[in-house]
């Protein structure tokens, strides 16, 4: 025995001592690891309360043909690790004692199951049922989490056909779900904005180039739970300061099982757009979808296959807006003003396969593809001509596998491997007008795009390894992951002659004045840029049983984000070299304390640290002050008759003129919070659960961004912002080479309070109920940057010398936010037949998103402090930031469904009706607000602001379709 203890601390330490050297070596690293399995742990006592060791614990997943056996240590307590998902039956036997057997025992992605039990004196042949909770109040687990699992994946009104908007449905968070493919809009996680780390089966999904972009569009056909978890994680969790969104793919079970799936939408049915003009035709809202998946057993309880397709088409046309007089006075013909007929060809495929290699050992392999081709993507409708609309291109392959192996038991290993590529581009389509693209301020725009000839390229080959060693009251883990980002970006390239009027546009293609624009803005990117980063993580932890009471969950993680090799000869020294800050340790500590058999008290505080997106550096390298794309601009001024370049002429080259530089501060840091939160669970019930909590969140060394080539300025305004000479000379500019050099600096802060509440109703009698409502406060020092929902235009401070100036609430405040998802199917017994059937096998599932309006800030539109990349942020004088809020947003989606009697034992059919924003509420989510103001003190003159609405949301859509299950 000593022998083999011997040999299994060897094993220990070598696992260990492995993970342990990247806590301190100076390697380029970045850290992801997460469990996507479950756990069913517990404590075996007898009836006076006294620890029985030395018992049998079996448990079974029929559906997979899942068995495994332990022994309780001599304090009574056994933990199983690494264990699929699905529904188990737990047995208990101990010589002397009655067999205590726990049956339909869920686990789903994360979940901790803690089955206590106390055995009776008896045969073991005499079997005592035991009822299990399965209400959601997880005693050792610390995390602020939800898990949607099959059942309201699969009946949750969907739209969108977008499973990232289940990202909304959880305690703390709030934001807009997205009409489209892409991610839901403007997510408060942990008082900042969009910090998501996307995965799919614990791999990655995240796109790396800006923060809060998912890399890959999933299909929901082959979605078997979302995964999401919000604050107070393990060590084992990281690279998000924020949140984590973990989509688990489906998967063959000894059953055959599939799905087919039709959907159309209901044009009659379906409102008009918001803020659309009602005396033209409503718009035909196009969508239709074909999906089917199917699973099974291909050598049953060994090996099993999972795969699905999904077809979507969706599309809106984009009406154009331009004037009748205008149209007469341009000469466009109609081809050229008619709705751009935009429509959007997603693909999606998945397959997977499991395979029990044999008691110790599993894996799984998968592999997904995605495409989406969409003509008239961009720059379409409104003032745009046909011409100048862009197409876009998108294309994803992703390969993932997991081998979990059981060593012993005591110890278990998950090893992980992924390689997601994605490539999308925009470029002009067959109907692309010839260069230049052509601009009339506020009348048209006509001629070739301005929008096309981007690229991006993300390729992410990641893995993952994980140890768990189980030792008494220890369940111990450690691990590390590694991953290269290998991205290429190609930015926009156009010529393009802007004019202040059809007068002029019109003196300058008759050839009676070449030079009556008002300015020539010029980019070409032929090449692109390509880079690598390397990111590296590793943790270790400890979930200690002190008692049967007590678990607490102690540990540390460690972070580096290392990016691509800088320019040595980069015209601007800060570009030359970037800094990889070194001292990424973030150590985590929490308990959860049982009060009684039904309630629970969770407490947990650590540091959360955020990966860097890689737009940082790319944008340091792009825009280096070397002209790289070959980037300027000619003004002319208003009646001018002479200049450098006659229209409709391109010059080859670049003018000299003055470039812009962005980079990064030498001093440049991670950011990172300080999480702290405390939560209360109670089970009502064997099914109800209800938890009272609070969050606090402090985040520190958040990216802001100012033009540090201003200095000596020569007045102030009547608030003191300062006012800096638009001359380039010595005494204006700190380096005359350039005019901006806008720096990404690390120092800005947030700070977010928030008191939530949430009710779980697991299904019982067909209903199936989460609601959660957050009360908060998000304050923050200055606008985002590198963030995918911020313009780079407009992520400068207020005030390039004082970031203080920007402190006020974050433009993610919601104070108030509410959630629900709820599918309901209530059972009823009817002595009449026919009332019977009526009455049964009807589904309403309904989602609802109720939240306080956005923020916005009251802007003036021209630049008062002589810092032109301030002007889309410059606001009055004595006007704070987002100041302004939008209306409450009230999105309320159901779905019903009637199934009918099944054919064959085995073939169910159903119909379906879903709607999105049932009661066709106006929502609005942006306000865009002017103020006029007087240019020399910045105090506003008092006339009314120029108000503008927006919407990320969509007026009431009405879906239906049918589905075959079997």
Do not use: C
């Not at 301190?24 to 009836?47: E, K, L, Y």
């Not at 009946?155 to 807009?176: A, E, K, M």
């Not at 590694?482 to 546009?505: C, E, K, M």
């Not at 049964?840 to 309006?853: C, E, P, R, W, Y």
Request: net charge neutral; glycine share 8%; charged share 15%.
């Amino acid at each position: 025995m000593s022998t083999l203890r011997s040999v299994r601390s060897s094993i220990l330490g070598a696992a260990l001592f492995a993970a342990l050297p990247v806590l301190i070596a100076p390697f380029p690293v970045w850290g992801q690891s997460q469990s996507i399995n479950g756990t069913i742990r517990g404590h075996v006592t007898d009836v006076s309360g006294a620890s029985v060791g030395g018992a049998s614990v079996t448990i079974t997943n029929a559906e997979v043909g899942y068995t495994r056996t332990i022994q309780t240590t001599s304090d009574g307590y056994y933990v199983l690790v690494n264990l699929p998902l699905g529904t188990y039956s737990v047995s208990i036997t101990k010589e002397g004692f009655s067999t205590a057997h726990f049956d339909q025992i869920p686990l789903s992605a994360g979940k901790e199951a803690t089955l206590d039990s106390s055995l009776v004196v008896g045969s073991t042949s005499e079997q005592v049922e035991v009822t299990a909770s399965i209400a959601n109040i997880d005693p050792s687990t610390l995390n602020v989490q939800r898990t949607l699992d099959s059942r309201e994946v699969e009946n949750l009104p969907l739209t969108s056909r977008n499973p990232y908007n289940f990202i909304l449905f959880q305690p703390g968070v709030s934001g807009h779900p997205n009409p489209e493919l892409g991610i839901p809009r403007t997510i408060n996680t942990n008082g900042l904005l969009d910090r998501i780390n996307y995965q799919m089966d614990g791999m990655v999904n995240t796109q790396s180039d800006r923060i809060g972009l998912r890399l890959f569009p999933i299909g929901n056909i082959f979605v078997k739970e979302v995964q999401t978890v919000s604050n107070s994680f393990a060590p084992e969790f990281g690279w998000t300061s924020g949140n984590v969104y973990n989509v688990i793919s489906n998967s063959g079970t000894n059953n055959y099982h599939g799905l087919f799936q039709w959907l159309r939408r209901w044009q009659d049915a379906t409102a008009y757009p918001f803020f659309a003009n009602k005396s033209q035709p409503k718009p035909n809202l196009e969508l239709e979808d074909y999906s089917a998946n199917m699973g099974g057993p291909a050598i049953k309880d060994k090996l099993f296959f999972f795969g699905s397709y999904e077809h979507l088409v969706r599309g809106q046309p984009a009406p154009v807006t331009i004037t009748p007089a205008n149209i007469q006075a341009l000469g466009l013909p109609p081809d050229q003003v008619a709705a751009a007929p935009g429509l959007l060809h997603g693909t999606f495929v998945l397959g997977r396969g499991d395979w029990t290699i044999n008691q110790k050992n599993s894996l799984f392999i998968r592999y997904n593809y995605f495409k989406n081709d969409f003509p008239f993507n961009t720059q379409v409708g409104g003032l745009n001509t046909l011409s100048t609309g862009v197409d876009f291109l998108d294309r994803a392959h992703v390969i993932g596998m997991q081998l979990t192996s059981t060593i012993n038991d005591h110890l278990l290993n998950e090893l992980r491997f992924s390689w997601p590529f994605r490539n999308n581009s925009h470029f002009p389509g067959p109907q692309g007008g010839t260069d230049p693209a052509i601009i009339i301020t506020n009348i048209a725009a006509l001629g070739a795009s301005n929008s096309g000839g981007d690229q991006y390229t993300d390729k992410v080959p990641s893995g993952s390894e994980n140890v768990t060693y189980v030792r008494g009251a220890h369940t111990i883990k450690g691990g590390f992951s590694l991953a290269q980002l290998i991205n290429r970006q190609r930015l926009v390239s156009f010529n393009t002659y802007t004019f202040r009027s059809v007068a002029d546009y019109l003196a300058a293609k008759n050839g009676t004045n070449p030079y009556s624009y008002s300015q020539f803005a010029s980019q070409q990117d032929k090449n692109g840029l390509g880079y690598a980063s390397m990111f590296f993580g590793a943790y270790i932890q400890d979930t200690w049983q002190l008692s049967p009471k007590l678990v607490v969950v102690y540990g540390g993680r460690y972070d580096r984000f290392k990016g691509p090799q800088a320019n040595p000869n980069a015209p601007f020294v800060n570009s030359q070299r970037f800094n990889t800050p070194n001292t990424n340790f973030a150590p985590r500590l929490g308990a959860t304390y049982r009060l009684d058999d039904k309630t629970v008290l969770k407490a947990s505080a650590g540091m959360f640290y955020q990966a860097t997106p890689t737009n940082l550096w790319f944008n340091a390298l792009n825009l280096d002050g070397s002209n790289r794309t070959n980037s300027f601009t000619i003004t002319q001024p208003a009646g001018a008759t002479s200049g450098v370049l006659a229209f409709p002429n391109i010059p080859a080259s670049g003018v000299g003129a003055r470039q812009n530089v962005t980079t990064v501060s030498p001093t440049f840091k991670n950011e990172y919070t300080w999480n702290a939160t405390m939560q209360l669970s109670h089970e009502f019930s064997r099914y109800d659960t209800f938890m009272v909590g609070y969050i606090m969140t402090s985040g520190r060394n958040l990216m802001y961004q100012h033009n540090i080539n201003v200095k000596n300025p020569i007045r102030f305004l009547a608030d003191g912002r300062p006012v800096f000479d638009t001359a380039v000379n010595a005494n204006t500019r700190m380096d005359t080479r350039f005019d901006q050099i806008n720096q990404v600096e690390s120092g800005a802060n947030t700070s977010f309070n928030a008191l939530i509440v949430n009710y779980t109703r697991s299904l019982a009698r067909g209903i199936q109920i989460n609601g959660n409502y957050t009360w908060s406060h998000t304050i923050s020092d200055g606008p985002e940057v590198n963030t995918f929902e911020v313009a780079p235009a407009s992520s400068g401070i207020e005030d390039p010398t004082n970031l203080k100036r920007d402190r006020a609430n974050s433009s993610v405040n919601h104070p108030n936010a509410f959630n629900l998802t709820a599918v309901m199917e209530p059972t009823f017994t009817l002595s009449n037949r026919f009332l019977n059937s009526a009455a049964n096998h009807n589904m309403i599932a309904l989602l609802a998103n109720v939240s306080s309006g956005d923020q916005a800030s009251v802007l003036t539109g021209v630049t008062l402090n002589g810092d032109s990349s301030t002007q889309s942020v410059t606001r009055p004088a004595f006007v704070g930031r987002n100041t302004v809020r939008s209306p409450n947003v009230y999105q309320i989606d159901g779905r019903y469904t009637r199934s009918f009697p099944k054919l064959f034992d085995r073939l169910s059919t159903s119909f379906l009706l879903e709607a999105n924003n049932i009661f066709n509420h106006t929502n609005v989510t942006g306000i865009a607000t002017t103020q006029a103001v007087n240019a020399t003190t910045g105090i506003s003159t008092g006339a009314a602001p120029t108000v503008v609405r927006s919407s990320v949301l969509e007026a009431r859509i009405v879906q239906f379709g049918v589905a075959a299950r079997w």
